[in-house]
């Protein structure tokens, strides 16, 4: 979609729990364009880990350590976790 | 101000993830001031029978570089509500055993009625925010848990 | 029927007075059965500092032929009001120094909330009922405390 | 008041806490005439350690270890106690 280099951007997404299980890898490198949001992200690795799509309506996010929303921007290296409802304690 | 008075006090507090053993006894003496008068704990540890379902042990796993901020995040708003003087919690990963200790919350406080509800909030809240997950290994199968009133509904789907 | 299980469930359950150094660790530890997942705990300790009075050390008494007795009364009264598992009292008499547990109180239980309101209710329910006393030693004198909420309204004049 | 040997009666009385210093000892027997009552016994220990008077409004009374009202009836042997305001915990 982009035909400029400077739009494109690389995140860094984290797997947890049964997220990290279903996705059969602990971290992923995805490629999108700017501008971008989580949902972007969502999108990109559902398509390319159907499993972990099968988690889709419980997983929350989170985008450099902080809860995040699906509206929420990305930028270029940012930290995105997909973790399934946590229960610690 | 609110932050200043929280990063004074929080010079004691402690928040902590480990692999190994945690020594409940020595965890909450580290929370006892001049000031205060009672510690409030809670000891959660590893259940042996669910509703009929045997456990043989747990697995813990967390995104330790977000737990333990949202820990802290915890004990800032903690503060804001209750009237308490130190906060401590230390919650183990990896391989727990049956009776195995996973999480310490410690809470003094010069009354204890504040140190009770702040240390019942926070459980709640770490139970709820702190990402932690658990997987439980049972005599017939395993199982990752569902948390308590995950706030996926809050954020994103 | 309740009493019964009262009974039978008490096998583990232990109420002490004793003039020794308490390890709340320790007795914290010895509630913990196999279908529960939480021990909540009170710690109460000497404090130093109370409304800029400095405390220098407390001795207690007790009338240890009816504390016991009213030790276990309250505990049977939890059961009846608290889904719980185990309780443990421990209270320590004579001198104690700045910073010395005075009073441990575990309760076990297979959810968390009961154990907090259990736990919460018998340290209530014990500082206004159990024949126990205490003096304080200041820097500048001494004096036996009042306690809270004490049962002298109900009980003759 | 009492004509027979039978009427008479003797209770033992604990004083504890505050009540056992201005009392100056930690027990005594009390002499009295049956029937009698919480009421009695205080009356008779009043009289006798004038400063444990001091605490009549603020102090409890069990009587064989279970808490008592003024009302309550003491019998031969019973053990009463003096219990100012507990304060454990």
């Known amino acids: ?89 | 101000m609110a932050k200043t008075e929280f990063e004074t006090r929080s010079q004691t507090d402690f928040f902590e993830l480990t692999t190994k053993k945690l020594d409940v006894g020595a965890i909450m003496r580290r929370v006892v001031p001049a000031e205060c008068g009672a510690t409030v704990v809670l000891d959660g540890y590893v259940r042996q029978w669910t509703s009929g379902k045997e456990t043989l042990y747990l697995v813990y796993e967390a995104y330790e570089a977000m737990a333990l901020p949202e820990m802290k995040k915890l004990s800032a708003a903690a503060r804001e509500q209750f009237e308490i003087t130190h906060i401590g919690i230390v919650h183990r990963l990896g391989r727990l055993e049956i009776g195995e200790t996973s999480v310490v919350i410690a809470v003094a406080a010069p009354h204890r009625k504040a140190a009770f509800s702040a240390c019942e909030w926070l459980i709640m809240e770490l139970k709820r925010t702190v990402p932690i997950w658990k997987k439980e290994f049972y005599a017939d199968g395993s199982a990752w848990m569902k948390g308590e009133n995950t706030p996926a509904a809050e954020h994103g789907s």
């Open chain 1, 1 to 89: 979609m982009s035909k400029n280099n400077r739009d494109n951007i690389c995140v860094k997404v984290l797997f947890f729990g049964a997220a990290r299980e279903a996705a059969g890898t602990e971290e992923v490198d995805i490629f999108t364009t700017f501008p971008a949001t989580v949902q972007t992200v969502k999108d990109a690795v559902f398509s390319r880990y159907e499993k972990v799509s099968l988690f889709a309506r419980s997983l929350m996010i989170s985008v450099n350590r902080e809860y995040a929303a699906d509206e929420t921007a990305v930028n270029d290296l940012d930290e995105i976790a997909f973790l399934p409802p946590v229960s610690g304690g």
